[in-house]
């Protein structure tokens, strides 16, 4: 194809901010780009990184992106689960899906996890990938499935600040894109949470199915970008839908903590503040399944240069301008 002459001065692109944390190695990232080559695209988006879940059957979460929060501490909400490392709890199952299982504690006395509120009697997983990979903006999106819809369940994708450790929770912010409680089996919520806006000030919404969407398939993602956060949901097999956004003009006296690199956790949780009393109908082990997590950043939008047309303006001219004069020399002629 013939290049035309403007081309290269109406190349200049305008492009959104993604941050990846220095600590991925160009190995890491060559060997992401190989194996993440076959995640589709979005329009409007070009994939920056992914996690596809494609290891062996059996395996852990890959260890150059995730990492494994333990403990029984409550994790600030009175959760009643202990989280481990093992696989039992977290794994790839082989079919391109990373498994987070909630399990009942046969013997908790035997067991030897404290928790605070005594031995333990539920395990389950909460990887995060602070330190590994952090982003600012971007479209952040998950597929996954859901466990059933009983009371106390609660599984989530979300993030927290990447300077945590500096300012505290929740100056750091807090972006919780899906979370799933079974004592509301039709909804999802996405949230934010900063400083005045946290626990039951939190600022987010919902959105409901009409329908328990426990067991199902949804696809989830925010469109982040400076001073705006916006959520969607989709079912497999149904439009997507956007159900909430959130700007700086929504927060308290305009304390808006979202526009530095934020990390991301994936965990399923019991009881609490939140997921509420167990249900009777709560049977064990339950699964949260994540197909993928991707982080795609807006694609380039050209932006015409002024010279570009100045120089196409004085070029319409001078052609004009010999025309003119050849006309004038035939007619001499």
């Not at 299982?101 to 013997?107: A, F, G, H, I, Q």
């Not at 979202?258 to 339950?286: K, V």
């Not at 004009?320 to 035939?330: D, G, K, Q, S, T």
Request: glycine share 12%; net charge negative; charged share 25%.
């Amino acid at each position: 194809m013939r290049s035309h002459p403007l081309r290269p001065l109406m190349a200049a692109l305008l492009i959104g901010g993604v941050v990846v944390a220095g600590s991925m190695s160009s190995a890491a990232l060559a060997a992401d780009a190989e194996a993440d080559a076959h995640a589709p695209g979005v329009y409007g988006w070009t994939l920056a990184w992914s996690d596809e879940f494609d290891g062996r059957s059996g395996s852990p979460a890959d260890e150059r992106h995730w990492t494994y929060e333990t403990g029984g501490n409550g994790w600030g909400n009175q959760e009643l689960q202990y989280y481990t490392d093992s696989t039992d709890n977290a794994a790839h199952d082989g079919e391109g899906n990373l498994v987070i299982t909630l399990r009942e504690v046969d013997d908790p006395e035997a067991a030897d996890l404290d928790c605070w509120y005594g031995p333990c009697e539920f395990t389950s997983a909460r990887l995060m990938s602070k330190g590994d990979v952090e982003f600012a903006h971007g479209r952040i999106e998950t597929r996954v499935k859901l466990p059933d819809g009983e009371a106390g369940i609660w599984p989530a994708f979300w993030g927290l600040g990447g300077n945590l450790h500096d300012v505290g929770w929740p100056r750091s912010g807090e972006i919780d894109i899906m979370e799933y409680v079974g004592k509301s089996p039709e909804e999802l919520f996405g949230t934010v949470h900063g400083p005045g806006y946290t626990g039951g000030d939190s600022i987010g919404d919902t959105y409901g199915f009409g329908e328990n969407i426990g067991g199902e398939w949804v696809t989830v993602w925010v469109e982040w970008e400076p001073h705006s956060i916006r959520w969607f949901a989709q079912r497999d097999g149904d439009e997507s839908v956007e159900f909430f956004e959130v700007t700086p003009d929504d927060v308290p006296e305009g304390e808006w903590v979202f526009d530095h690199p934020f990390f991301f956790i994936a965990n399923m949780a019991i009881g609490g503040n939140f997921g509420g009393p167990i249900g009777d109908d709560l049977t064990f082990p339950q699964e949260y399944v994540i197909d993928y997590v991707r982080v795609y950043k807006p694609e380039p939008t050209p932006e015409i240069v002024p010279i570009a047309i100045t120089v196409g303006a004085a070029a319409l001219v001078g052609a004009v301008v010999l025309m003119v004069v050849r006309r004038r020399r035939r007619s001499v002629r």
